[in-house]
């Protein structure tokens, strides 16, 4: 049995929330089930391009592709053949007494607490049964070379230190930097997590300079984000996605098919100033 995760980030910094990261994680015994169904139904709907938050078309016909491929996507999410996770942290709680090392270092070390914690791997029931090789796929990380081997290095320890629990093995060559052009399921992760930071920094609300009407693109992006929390709802009926779901106890972290975590420092002095009201 091996888990694979999928891993992506966004915006580092935002208008209200920052330091957004992403992580799909499918199990073995599941994998190519859930990659041809998706990649079949794209090439169905003849979607032969890499499909990304970015690129959401701005023609109802297209647009309507792109949704179908979510309606999949999300049907693998409710059967929990895959799980989600979702991670930022909101402006006004700002850390302090951070050392120089840690404010140099902040990307990386928010991924690793994203990873360490994200999806309580130590609760699993599979886990129980013998030992689960995790395998990391990350899309291709924006920091120098020297920095992307050094945070492997870290993730990789977490093997080493237990940290998931004895049941779970990460193998040095199971983590790499890859191309979402040929991970479909990294493709849908972005739509999922671009659409969150789009909302949550009040981008739906942007106008071209100088003009009173938003753009189509930001439109369809507004129209493509409520069909996602239409899905997140189904689930979690209610969901808020700014803050951390709830858990009535803690291997929810684990039995949770989708899941936000809003990260807050936990030494932090409140800037009332990032907030949204106070912007209004």
Same mark, same amino acid.
């Given at each position: 049995?091996?888990?694979?995760?999928?891993?992506?980030?966004?915006?580092?910094?935002?208008?209200?929330?920052?330091?957004?990261?992403?992580?799909?994680?499918?199990?073995?015994?599941?994998?190519?089930?859930?990659?041809?169904?998706?990649?079949?139904?794209?090439?169905?709907?003849?979607?032969?391009?890499?499909?990304?938050?970015?690129?959401?078309?701005?023609?109802?016909?297209?647009?309507?592709?792109?949704?179908?491929?979510?309606?999949?996507?999300?049907?693998?999410?409710?059967?929990?053949?895959?799980?989600?996770?979702?991670?930022?942290?909101?402006?006004?709680?700002?850390?302090?007494?951070?050392?120089?090392?840690?404010?140099?270092?902040?990307?990386?070390?928010?991924?690793?607490?994203?990873?360490?914690?994200?999806?309580?791997?130590?609760?699993?029931?599979?886990?129980?049964?013998?030992?689960?090789?995790?395998?990391?796929?990350?899309?291709?990380?924006?920091?120098?070379?020297?920095?992307?081997?050094?945070?492997?290095?870290?993730?990789?320890?977490?093997?080493?230190?237990?940290?998931?629990?004895?049941?779970?093995?990460?193998?040095?060559?199971?983590?790499?930097?890859?191309?979402?052009?040929?991970?479909?399921?990294?493709?849908?992760?972005?739509?999922?997590?671009?659409?969150?930071?789009?909302?949550?920094?009040?981008?739906?609300?942007?106008?071209?300079?100088?003009?009173?009407?938003?753009?189509?693109?930001?439109?369809?992006?507004?129209?493509?984000?409520?069909?996602?929390?239409? $899905?997140? =709802?189904?689930?979690?009926? !209610?969901?808020? @996605?700014?803050? &951390?779901?709830?858990? +009535?106890?803690?291997?929810?972290?684990?039995?949770?098919?989708?899941? $936000?975590? =809003?990260?807050?420092?936990? !030494?932090?002095? @409140?800037?009332? &100033?990032?907030?949204? +009201?106070?912007?209004?």
């Amino acid at each position: 049995m091996e888990y694979i995760l999928y891993c992506d980030e966004s915006d580092r910094e935002g208008k209200f929330f920052s330091n957004f990261y992403g992580a799909a994680l499918v199990r073995s015994t599941d994998i190519n089930q859930v990659e041809k169904e998706l990649n079949d139904l794209k090439s169905e709907l003849n979607l032969n391009a890499e499909i990304k938050w970015s690129k959401v078309p701005s023609h109802e016909a297209y647009f309507k592709r792109y949704c179908r491929v979510i309606d999949k996507f999300f049907e693998f999410v409710k059967k929990d053949l895959i799980k989600v996770r979702i991670m930022f942290k909101q402006n006004r709680y700002v850390p302090i007494n951070l050392t120089k090392e840690q404010k140099d270092h902040e990307f990386l070390i928010l991924y690793y607490e994203f990873l360490k914690h994200c999806f309580g791997l130590k609760y699993s029931d599979e886990a129980q049964g013998g030992v689960i090789k995790l395998k990391f796929y990350f899309d291709d990380l924006p920091i120098p070379r020297i920095d992307a081997d050094s945070f492997k290095d870290f993730i990789y320890k977490l093997g080493t230190t237990k940290a998931y629990g004895d049941s779970f093995l990460i193998l040095r060559e199971n983590m790499a930097e890859v191309n979402s052009k040929n991970h479909v399921i990294l493709q849908c992760l972005d739509i999922v997590l671009g659409s969150m930071c789009f909302r949550l920094n009040d981008k739906h609300r942007e106008k071209p300079q100088g003009k009173y009407r938003r753009s189509k693109g930001t439109i369809y992006k507004e129209k493509m984000y409520k069909h996602i929390l239409k $899905h997140i =709802r189904d689930i979690h009926p !209610n969901f808020n @996605i700014g803050v &951390s779901t709830g858990r +009535k106890e803690p291997c929810d972290s684990w039995r949770y098919s989708y899941s $936000h975590w =809003r990260f807050v420092p936990s !030494n932090h002095t @409140i800037d009332f &100033s990032a907030t949204k +009201k106070h912007k209004k």
